[in-house]
């Protein structure tokens, strides 16, 4: 007879009880984080692995160079350079599974228990939930709708220093933040570049979402402005292709690179798939680019126009950003987008409350609507039914006059 084996007293401290993710759909879904269906070039992906499985197929025999795939590398290299003004050898990008990954390597290098990280004051529940397991203080820096604030962060940075928990990181994402959707200006890039060197505080640009602008300009990256080491940028083929890839890149100083690879989950990125990436990128990359805008800036003005027509004269604000995925609804104080969730969800709306993007778990009046995934008439339609379950739940009123 087999009895059950008991782990009682066996498991490791840190170690805590995490439910399998089963992603759930709403109707209307405006709760995932994926880019837009029907741009996934799979054909190309095909061609693109056909060609590299021709050219060094017989290298999966091996295990991949610890670095991932050096055609992949020598691409990424060239993206970077053309795409955000700083040149970088191939030997100093690693791939990883994954921005996520790349976040969690820099974020066990650079942090020890207790270590204050400051962020935006919402950000990415992802590197949130890193942070946490990383043990770290997070301290959400003010800002407005373009970001960060230079002079609330140098405030801020003084401020913790002066009570004995001096930052030991910034992590932003600059480029279409990922909650709010906003782009950090230049000037202010400068600005905070000027203020780490003088706080001695290194930056984690997460830059994930960078190739996804359907308006305005591309904003010149944090790495292209310092190449003292002080920032690692991090990158991913997610949101360009498909978070099914798994593929994704930092590039760091050498010394930072090579203490943060140490916490890296594999040997190396999955070869297999890098070929499949650079096949397809090196010949279809700004024709991918531009598919992925139109519909992006499409399904956008779909959702903003809706929210226009629904919550027009109830205080309610909603963000416009110039790419990525996301816009970042505000309602009024006391709305409780957080309780209301599950209902929304099961109404056909769904949606991820504001409070799980800040670090103290605040902010229940926010909630980040993905405009990616749905149709552009899905999105119309869904922002008209969320008017209609805050209506139900009397969450949507009239403003006050004056
Ligand atoms: C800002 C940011 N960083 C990192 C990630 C992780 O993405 P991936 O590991 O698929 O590159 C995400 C995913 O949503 C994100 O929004």
Known sequence: MTTTFSYSGRFSK???????????????????????????PLDGLVEGL??????EGRDLVYYPDSNGNLALREFTAQK???????????EDVFLCAGSGEANY??????????????????????TLGQLRKAQCNIVGAPIDDSGLIPEALDELFTSLTADGNKPRLLYTIPEHQNPTGSTLPTARRKQIVDICHRHGIPIIEDDCYVDLRFAGETQESFRAMDDSGMVSHVASYSKLLLPGLRLGYFVASKEVRERAIGFRSSSAANHFTSLAVEGFLKNHIQEHKDNLAAA???????????FGEHFGGTGAKLSQPEGGCYTWL????GADMTGLRDRAFKAGVGYQAGSIFAPNGDGDNYARLCFAYESPEKNREGMALLAQILDDNGMLHAAPAG
């Open 14 to 40: 840190d170690s805590v009880e995490t439910q399998t993710a089963h992603p759930a759909h709403a109707k209307y879904d405006f709760g995932t984080a994926y880019p837009p269906p029907e741009t996934a």
């Open 50 to 55: 056909i060609e590299g499985l021709k050219r």
């Open 80 to 90: 970077l350079e053309a795409d955000r003004g700083f040149s970088v050898d191939p």
């Open 105 to 126: 390597c820099l974020i066990q290098a650079l942090t020890d228990p207790g270590s204050t990280v400051v962020t935006e004051r919402f950000v990415y529940s992802g």
């Open 296 to 306: 992006l800036h499409s399904k956008r003005d779909a959702m903003v126009s809706s």
């Open 330 to 333: 505000e309602m009024p104080q």
